[in-house]
């Protein structure tokens, strides 16, 4: 797991450090990930990839599981362009739910 701030005004993300979660059956960590993962198999991600903040969080999560892969937004950001995909409040919702989540687990994280 890792995390990546972007400095405003630029394209780039600073360096992330990869962490790690030790997550045990049936604990709160686990029950995390996979209210995640329902989240984001239910979000829309932007097209053309990267062209659009649709969630309007200036925040990407990037996923990749043995079931799932998902990402929001361009390596270096939305480009503030035009989406044919667009978010709903639901969905801003859901997003912002799990952003929760990946900073709750990212904060956790050694």
Known sequence: MTSSIRQKGTSELW??????????SDSDD???IHELQ??????????PPGSKDIYGLDTSIAWNSDDLMWCNG??????????FVEADEEHKAKFKRAVEIV???????K
């Open 15 to 24: 360096s992330a450090f990869p962490k790690t979660v030790a997550v045990a």
């Open 30 to 32: 686990e029950k995390a």
């Open 38 to 47: 329902a989240l984001l198999k239910d979000l829309p991600v932007e097209h």
């Open 74 to 83: 361009g390596p270096e950001g939305c480009g503030g362009g035009h989406s």
């Open 103 to 109: 900073n709750g687990l990212v904060n956790k994280a």
